[in-house]
Protein backbone atom coordinates (compact mmCIF):
# COMPACT_ATOMS: atom_id res chain seq x y z
CA UNK A 1 0.00 0.00 0.00
CA UNK A 2 2.06 3.01 1.31
CA UNK A 3 5.34 3.36 3.07
CA UNK A 4 6.90 6.17 5.09
CA UNK A 5 10.10 6.21 4.88
CA UNK A 6 12.18 8.08 7.41
CA UNK A 7 16.35 9.02 7.16
CA UNK A 8 18.71 11.26 9.29
CA UNK A 9 18.39 10.94 12.71
CA UNK A 10 21.34 10.52 14.59
CA UNK A 11 23.44 12.05 17.77
CA UNK A 12 24.08 15.31 17.71
CA UNK A 13 25.73 17.79 20.24
CA UNK A 14 23.74 20.60 21.34
CA UNK A 15 23.21 23.79 19.66
CA UNK A 16 24.06 21.42 16.27
CA UNK A 17 21.85 20.41 13.86
CA UNK A 18 20.03 17.64 11.58
CA UNK A 19 17.96 17.53 8.69
CA UNK A 20 15.24 14.75 8.82
CA UNK A 21 13.28 13.23 5.31
CA UNK A 22 10.19 11.39 4.71
CA UNK A 23 9.24 10.06 1.35
CA UNK A 24 6.48 8.36 0.82
CA UNK A 25 5.63 5.44 -1.44
CA UNK A 26 3.05 3.32 -2.88
CA UNK A 27 -0.22 3.21 -4.68
CA UNK A 28 -0.84 7.29 -3.80
CA UNK A 29 -3.52 9.79 -5.54
CA UNK A 30 -2.55 12.61 -3.82
CA UNK A 31 -1.21 14.01 0.13
CA UNK A 32 -2.89 17.05 1.55
CA UNK A 33 -0.74 17.62 5.58
CA UNK A 34 2.74 16.03 5.72
CA UNK A 35 4.25 16.14 9.17
CA UNK A 36 6.62 15.51 12.21
CA UNK A 37 5.80 14.27 15.40
CA UNK A 38 7.93 13.13 18.16
CA UNK A 39 8.02 11.27 21.34
CA UNK A 40 9.96 11.54 24.42
CA UNK A 41 10.47 8.26 26.84
CA UNK A 42 7.85 8.83 29.04
CA UNK A 43 5.86 11.65 27.02
CA UNK A 44 2.77 11.53 24.64
CA UNK A 45 3.56 12.24 20.84
CA UNK A 46 3.35 15.95 20.10
CA UNK A 47 3.13 17.70 17.21
CA UNK A 48 6.78 19.09 15.86
CA UNK A 49 5.82 20.56 12.34
CA UNK A 50 3.67 20.43 10.02
CA UNK A 51 3.27 21.68 5.79
CA UNK A 52 -0.10 21.49 3.91
CA UNK A 53 0.73 20.85 0.04
CA UNK A 54 -0.21 24.33 -0.43
CA UNK A 55 2.63 25.57 1.53
CA UNK A 56 0.78 26.34 4.63
CA UNK A 57 2.97 25.47 7.78
CA UNK A 58 2.56 24.53 11.12
CA UNK A 59 5.15 24.64 14.34
CA UNK A 60 5.06 23.58 17.80
CA UNK A 61 6.02 26.87 19.89
CA UNK A 62 9.36 24.81 21.43
CA UNK A 63 10.67 24.76 17.94
CA UNK A 64 10.06 27.74 16.46
CA UNK A 65 12.75 29.76 15.09
CA UNK A 66 14.84 26.57 15.31
CA UNK A 67 13.42 24.01 12.79
CA UNK A 68 11.81 24.09 9.50
CA UNK A 69 9.80 21.69 7.38
CA UNK A 70 9.40 21.72 3.70
CA UNK A 71 8.22 19.45 1.07
CA UNK A 72 8.85 18.60 -2.23
CA UNK A 73 5.34 17.17 -3.53
CA UNK A 74 7.25 16.02 -7.08
CA UNK A 75 9.12 13.47 -4.83
CA UNK A 76 6.62 12.84 -2.00
CA UNK A 77 9.00 13.94 0.36
CA UNK A 78 8.53 16.14 3.47
CA UNK A 79 11.73 17.48 5.63
CA UNK A 80 12.29 18.82 8.70
CA UNK A 81 15.54 21.08 9.34
CA UNK A 82 16.50 20.81 12.93
CA UNK A 83 19.06 23.81 14.53
CA UNK A 84 20.11 25.05 17.35
CA UNK A 85 19.47 21.49 18.60
CA UNK A 86 18.59 21.38 22.90
CA UNK A 87 19.11 17.93 25.13
CA UNK A 88 15.01 18.55 25.35
CA UNK A 89 14.46 17.63 21.82
CA UNK A 90 15.80 14.12 22.16
CA UNK A 91 12.64 11.78 20.66
CA UNK A 92 12.11 9.83 18.55
CA UNK A 93 11.32 11.59 15.32
CA UNK A 94 7.89 10.18 13.26
CA UNK A 95 6.39 11.47 9.41
CA UNK A 96 2.68 11.59 8.85
CA UNK A 97 1.17 11.84 5.97
CA UNK A 98 -2.27 12.72 4.69
CA UNK A 99 -2.73 10.47 1.56
CA UNK A 100 -5.50 9.56 -0.74
CA UNK A 101 -4.54 6.32 -2.21
CA UNK A 102 -5.32 5.36 -6.29
CA UNK A 103 -9.06 4.58 -6.66
CA UNK A 104 -10.69 5.06 -3.03
CA UNK A 105 -12.35 8.49 -1.87
CA UNK A 106 -11.27 8.88 0.90
CA UNK A 107 -7.73 10.09 3.13
CA UNK A 108 -6.02 8.35 5.72
CA UNK A 109 -3.41 9.22 8.11
CA UNK A 110 0.36 7.05 7.38
CA UNK A 111 2.93 6.83 9.57
CA UNK A 112 7.13 6.32 9.51
CA UNK A 113 8.25 3.59 11.53
CA UNK A 114 10.21 6.84 13.81
CA UNK A 115 14.10 7.35 13.60
CA UNK A 116 15.89 8.19 16.89
CA UNK A 117 16.89 11.77 17.46
CA UNK A 118 19.52 12.07 20.44
CA UNK A 119 20.81 15.66 21.71
CA UNK A 120 23.84 15.56 23.81
CA UNK A 121 24.72 18.44 26.83
Known amino acids: QVQLVESGGGLVQAGGSLRLSCAASGNIFSINAMGWYRQAPGKQRELVAA???????NYADSVKGRFTISRDNAKNTVYLQMNSLKPEDTAVYYC???????????????WGQGTQVTVSS
Open 51 to 57: ATSGGNT
Open 96 to 110: NAEIRLVGHFFRDIY
